[in-house]
């Protein structure tokens, strides 16, 4: 079985610029959420996606947008980045349907803007 | 105020103690309770779930959730230093896919 794996492990960027990051939903998994983890802070929910539709959205605004894939892996894009979106970005996996206390997350994207 | 409130730690404690990490919540529409364990530059891992109300254990870790109090614990006996790491609560009403998290208490087990 494989993990949930995320790409770049690290990236840095300017303030104004604009960043993908990738997810590979763990084998089986058709759900993807996205988090935002803020040094010494929790991860807040930023979106889901389920059959590559937007499923329920956090508190973000559309500058931070996703798109799930056929093969149920996932990207974030976030445009104009600002200072304050520097964080560690999580994504987790799950199966709709499936028990609803379970996703596995990936180890995360560690995104710095300055 | 935040949904969810974690006590902030950090905690520090010696080999063998017992752990006691605890958060409050507002929304009582919350049925999935869950613990994560966060080590530094990871990902967060499941470590425990209660549906609803109760208690559940897992050799040395013992979940508990009060709805009318709107409190959840999570109990570590025979604390090792394998446990230090940041503990996270985090709770849903609807798949845990959406969930709302505490904002960790860092735990650091003494040998």
């Not at chain 1, 889901?48 to 996703?66: A, C, I």
Request: aromatic share 12%; net charge neutral; proline share 6%.
């Amino acid at each position: 079985e494989t993990g949930v794996t995320q790409s770049p492990t690290h990236l840095i960027k300017t303030r104004g610029q604009q960043v993908t990051l990738r997810c590979s939903s763990q084998s089986g998994h058709n759900t993807v959420s996205w988090y935002q983890q803020a040094l010494g802070q929790g991860p807040q929910f930023i979106f889901q996606y389920y059959r590559e539709e937007e499923n329920g959205r956090g508190n973000f605004p559309p500058r931070f947008s996703g798109l799930q894939f056929p093969n149920y892996s996932s990207e974030l894009n976030v445009n104009a980045l600002e200072l304050d979106d520097s964080a560690l970005y999580l994504c987790a996996s799950s199966l709709a349907g499936g028990p609803g206390y379970e996703q596995y997350f990936g180890p995360g994207t560690r995104l710095t803007v300055t | 105020q935040k949904e969810v409130e974690q006590d902030p730690g950090p905690l520090s404690v010696p080999e063998g103690a017992i752990v006691s990490l605890n958060c409050t919540y507002s929304n009582s529409a919350f049925q999935y309770f869950m613990w994560y364990r966060q080590y530094s530059r990871k990902g967060p891992e499941l470590l425990m779930y209660t549906y609803s109300s109760g208690n559940k254990e897992d050799g040395r870790f013992t979940a508990q959730v009060d709805k009318s109090s709107k409190y959840i614990s999570l109990f570590i006996r025979d604390s090792q230093p394998s446990d230090s790491a940041t503990y996270l609560c985090a709770m849903s009403y609807t798949n845990a896919g959406k969930s709302t998290f505490g904002d960790g208490t860092t735990l650091t087990v003494k040998p």
